[in-house]
């Protein structure tokens, strides 16, 4: 049963990328990939643990998965929406446009991947799902617990960097107060947290199986820090802010939230 709701994630991602894509290419705007992506997985995770049915397996636990997911789903899609609609084209997108030989095939291969990558976290939040224990217990709790810390520091970081950008006396500057003073992309991090809500609840050495619990985490992990998060944010940076991002970047960790390091002046 497991294979069989991945596979039927994967199946209806494929079609809510597709729609990202060609809804980005009619009004100009990339950064809806981000947008649908985010609605769509949430609802689709959170219906695949529901129906993540078997011997022994909680409703409650269903239910809460399901809910995380939900949680996860919305509060990502509410917070980048305004910014697609209300805001000039992300740089990733805008540098594709500007560069790429052929932009409505480009943004398809960067749309279409993202429907795996969901399939993927699908192993991760069905697993954690179908723990076969018939009531929440302890490790429910600490996953709830975990999920909750990532939500509430993600908002934390993403309202502190609205509040930075809304005084005009920051233009040009690079925010190094609250949650970004110990880490450049707090907002990343707790994103990332989150998903370990999955191994807490479920992860145990004596059933193989869970160890599928990490994939959400790592697969996360890969792609914020590695691939479609830090390495373009940072890039944009350096050409906007210069000097003053290299100096945040020196005394400044890149992803988990550290005390910030002394440097010497030259």
């Given at each position: 049963?497991?294979l069989?709701?991945?596979?039927?994630v994967l199946a209806l991602?494929?079609g809510?990328?597709?729609?990202?894509?060609?809804?980005?290419?009619?009004?100009?705007?990339?950064?809806?990939?981000?947008?649908f992506w985010?609605f769509?997985?949430?609802?689709?995770?959170?219906?695949a643990?529901?129906?993540?049915?078997?011997?022994?397996t909680?409703?409650?636990r269903r239910?809460?998965?399901a809910?995380?997911?939900?949680?996860?789903?919305?509060?990502l899609?509410?917070?980048l929406a305004?910014?697609?609609?209300?805001?000039?084209?992300d740089?990733?997108?805008?540098?594709?446009?500007?560069?790429?030989?052929?932009?409505?095939?480009?943004?398809?291969?960067?749309s279409?991947p993202?429907?795996?990558?969901?399939?993927l976290?699908?192993l991760?939040?069905?697993t954690?799902?179908?723990r076969?224990?018939?009531?929440?217990?302890?490790?429910?709790?600490?996953?709830?617990?975990?999920?909750?810390?990532?939500?509430?520091?993600?908002?934390?970081?993403?309202a502190?960097?609205?509040?930075?950008r809304?005084?005009?006396?920051?233009?040009?500057k690079?925010?190094?107060?609250?949650?970004w003073?110990?880490?450049?992309?707090?907002?990343?991090?707790?994103q990332?947290?989150?998903?370990?809500?999955?191994?807490?609840?479920?992860?145990?050495?004596?059933?193989?199986?869970?160890?599928?619990?990490?994939?959400?985490?790592?697969?996360?992990?890969?792609?914020?820090?590695?691939?479609?998060?830090?390495?373009?944010l940072?890039e944009?940076?350096?050409?906007?802010?210069?000097?003053?991002?290299?100096?945040?970047?020196?005394?400044?960790?890149?992803?988990?939230?550290?005390?910030?390091?002394?440097?010497?002046?030259?």
């Amino acid at each position: 049963m497991l294979l069989q709701i991945v596979l039927g994630v994967l199946a209806l991602m494929l079609g809510v990328m597709i729609a990202a894509w060609a809804f980005g290419l009619a009004v100009k705007n990339g950064g809806w990939t981000d947008v649908f992506w985010s609605f769509g997985s949430g609802l689709l995770l959170a219906g695949a643990a529901f129906v993540a049915t078997g011997a022994d397996t909680s409703l409650a636990r269903r239910l809460l998965v399901a809910a995380f997911m939900l949680v996860w789903g919305l509060r990502l899609g509410l917070y980048l929406a305004p910014r697609v609609a209300g805001h000039p084209e992300d740089a990733r997108y805008a540098e594709f446009r500007r560069t790429a030989k052929n932009y409505p095939l480009t943004m398809l291969w960067v749309s279409l991947p993202q429907a795996p990558a969901t399939a993927l976290l699908a192993l991760s939040v069905v697993t954690a799902a179908k723990r076969p224990e018939p009531s929440l217990d302890l490790r429910d709790a600490l996953a709830a617990l975990v999920f909750l810390t990532a939500i509430v520091g993600e908002t934390i970081a993403d309202a502190q960097m609205k509040r930075f950008r809304a005084d005009p006396g920051n233009k040009g500057k690079v925010i190094e107060t609250g949650l970004w003073a110990w880490s450049r992309h707090p907002n990343y991090f707790f994103q990332w947290l989150g998903w370990m809500a999955y191994p807490a609840m479920a992860l145990d050495p004596s059933r193989p199986v869970s160890l599928l619990t990490l994939i959400a985490p790592a697969v996360m992990y890969v792609l914020l820090r590695y691939v479609s998060g830090v390495p373009p944010l940072e890039e944009a940076m350096l050409k906007s802010r210069g000097d003053r991002f290299r100096d945040y970047q020196a005394r400044v960790g890149v992803f988990f939230p550290l005390p910030p390091k002394r440097v010497r002046p030259a």
